[in-house]
């Protein structure tokens, strides 16, 4: 069954993650939230910001059920397949995530 996790990363990107195959535990320096409502209200506590300023901003990655590969989404509806990544390497990733 797949989870969802909200987090934010220490560079102040914030993350929801559909996943079949995730462990937050490994993520390094990143903060789990339990709902999408507490991460947007842990993000405009920390960025001093209103609610709708950064309502629909996050990040989503979605693991494919069949070959646990990661998608990844943007706040415009944008998605692209990572190829080559693991929820290994996708740890660092959401960990180290900056644009």
């Known amino acids: 069954?797949?989870?969802?996790?909200?987090?934010?990363?220490?560079?102040m990107y914030y993350f929801v993650?559909?996943?079949?195959?995730?462990?937050?535990?490994?993520?390094?320096n990143c903060s789990l939230y339990n709902s999408l409502e507490?991460?947007?209200e842990a993000v405009c506590?920390?960025?001093?910001?209103?609610?709708?300023e950064i309502e629909g901003n996050e990040i989503t990655f979605t693991?494919?059920?069949e070959n646990l590969m990661w998608l990844e989404i943007d706040s415009r509806g944008c998605s692209v397949s990572i190829a080559n990544i693991?929820?290994?390497h996708l740890y660092q990733y959401l960990s180290n995530y900056e644009l």
């Open 1 to 11: 069954m797949r989870k969802k996790y909200f987090i934010i990363n220490s560079k």
């Open 17 to 28: 993650i559909n996943a079949y195959d995730f462990n937050p535990t490994n993520l390094t």
């Open 38 to 40: 507490d991460l947007y």
């Open 45 to 52: 506590q920390l960025e001093d910001l209103d609610h709708d």
């Open 63 to 65: 693991q494919d059920q």
């Open 86 to 88: 693991d929820s290994i």
